[in-house]
């Protein structure tokens, strides 16, 4: 009798341990899932605010303006983030890194109404792609504009650009209207200044070839300012299979400038 008794004290404990072994196991595997699911939520979150920074150009009516934001923004995007292949996001997680795309299509009917004399000086293709070994735009464009900018600050060339065609003008003017001309340069810019030392015929031309030495530049900018009232069409926009994040975006000129 009193064996049997230890026998079933001996079962009961055994059978206490397997319930608790099984809760503890149970236990595990819920705050094992729990972690899973709440990771899985962080990264879909991540992947939800990443796109956001670019689903608001997914539209048929994005200015010059706005793209040109976009393309720094894939610029930075791919050179911050391609580093061995891997990416870190803003709470610490490691993810893979997948390099943007983006590809601008400026339709030749457009392309013309970029320059203010028919001859492209900045903008002289009609295609553009910034990915993470093509950056074109970037390598003939931006960093003339960069430059530009940096020369005569970027409110001078707005004013210069604005009074393009009482600045530069066409034909065989006068004398007096070569003055006109200068004294309007000065006006607008805020860097430069070019001074008429006299106004005798052979100091008004020096002044008149010094500005004129100043056309390619402002031309130039003129079809950056144009290329941002430029309208486009997002006509191409991809997500990444594992991710799901967006990986290219290609755009097209509407033909509308506003």
């Known amino acids: 009798m009193e064996n049997a008794s230890k026998a079933l004290i001996m079962a009961g404990g055994v059978l206490i341990a397997i319930m608790i072994i099984g809760a503890l196991v149970l236990m595990f595997n819920s705050l094992s899932s729990y972690q899973d699911t709440n990771q899985q939520g962080e990264v879909e979150a991540q992947v939800v605010e990443f796109n956001n920074q670019y689903v608001t150009y997914d539209n048929e009516n994005v200015r010059g303006s706005d793209l040109y934001s976009l393309l720094n923004k894939v610029i930075d995007y791919n050179r911050r983030e391609s580093t061995e292949g891997t990416a870190w996001s803003d709470s610490g997680q490691q993810v893979q890194f997948v390099p943007m795309k983006m590809v601008m299509t400026i339709k030749n009917d457009d392309l013309s109404q970029l320059s203010p004399d028919g001859t492209l000086r900045l903008i002289t293709t009609g295609k553009y792609t910034v990915d993470q070994t093509h950056n074109t735009f970037e390598n003939k464009v ?13 409110d001078s060339l707005n004013a210069l650009t604005t009074g393009l065609t009482k600045i530069f003008l066409d034909g065989n003017p006068s004398k007096e209207e070569k ?4 004294e309007n340069f000065n006006s607008a810019s ?14 008004v ?6 500005l004129q030495s100043y056309k390619s ?19 191409k926009t991809d997500y990444d299979n594992k991710t ?15």
């Open 142 to 154: 931006k960093g003339t504009i960069d430059d530009l900018e940096k020369e005569y600050g970027a």
């Open 179 to 182: 003055v006109q001309a200068i």
């Open 190 to 203: 805020r860097k430069i200044d070019i001074t008429i030392r006299s106004n005798s015929d052979a100091d």
């Open 205 to 210: 031309n020096t002044a008149w070839n010094t």
């Open 217 to 235: 530049d402002i031309y130039s900018y003129y079809e950056y300012v144009q290329f941002k009232r430029l309208h486009f069409k997002c006509t």
């Open 244 to 258: 799901g994040r967006i990986i290219e975006m290609d755009f097209e000129s509407t033909g509308e400038f506003n």
